[in-house]
């Protein structure tokens, strides 16, 4: 079956940095998709990452290794509106997308 | 302000009630879908459409069914609602299909009771 993991819940202090992680196990790989979510809101596009390695817009990065099914978000400086879900989700070779529960990120003060 | 809207934003059903979700989106995007999300899973497919006239099965379509008459709207129909249907429902959008970035609405929280 196809699987993505992430975990639940995380905790960081503001203006630490944070590293949440994600592992899949999917039919094929065209890419992985991070996207926020605030509580009560819609989910909006973060990164998109196709081809091995960082990609780096401003406090957020996202890493991607394919050989390992690996991927995390990286998020430098953090501030409390940072306070969000954070989900995974990676295509596979139907171009379909396979979603991870999210992971729960709490910043406190 | 474009974007997808999503109506309505809560509503409360009686089990075996019909109900129509509505969403629209103003951006000229081909592609539409409808996810369902609920506590501790991902975002789940219920259908998509590709273009203005054509519709697809996702991964959870069953008791759902879906048209898309002009390349706008995009409504969700439950024909007979059931509990297991209480949710909050994603309409989202994108200019191509799932490899491309997709724009959510806001979201329509269902219950069933």
């Known amino acids: 079956g196809q699987n993505i993991d992430q975990p639940t819940e995380m905790t960081a202090t503001e203006g630490a940095i944070v590293q949440i992680n994600c592992t899949y196990q999917t039919s094929g790989f065209n890419g992985l998709f991070w996207y926020q979510q605030h509580a009560g809101e819609a989910p909006t596009f973060l990164s998109y990452n196709v081809l091995d390695g960082l990609e780096e817009k401003g406090r957020f990065s996202s890493f991607l290794s394919r050989s390992k099914g690996y991927s995390y978000l990286l998020l430098k400086e953090l501030q409390m509106k940072d306070s969000a879900s954070y989900l995974c989700?990676?295509?596979?070779?139907?171009?379909?997308?396979?979603w991870g529960a999210g992971t729960k990120l709490i910043i406190k003060p | 302000i474009a974007g997808i809207t999503q109506a309505p934003t809560s509503q409360i059903l009686a089990a075996g009630r019909r109900m129509t979700l509505r969403c629209t989106q103003d951006m000229r995007h081909n592609a539409m879908y409808w996810y369902r999300q609920d506590l501790g899973l991902g975002l789940r497919l219920i259908h998509y459409s590709n273009t203005a006239g054509t519709t697809g099965k996702g991964e959870v379509p069953d008791g759902y069914s879906v048209s898309r008459a002009n390349t706008d709207d995009f409504p969700l129909t439950l024909a007979s609602a059931v509990p297991s249907q209480t949710s909050v429902y994603f309409c989202?959008?994108?200019?191509?299909?799932?490899?491309?970035?997709?724009?959510f609405g806001q979201g329509t929280r269902l219950t069933v009771v």
């Open positions: 989202a959008s994108s200019v191509g299909g799932q490899e491309s970035e997709a724009f």
């Open positions: 989700a990676v295509l596979d070779s139907n171009y379909q997308l396979i």
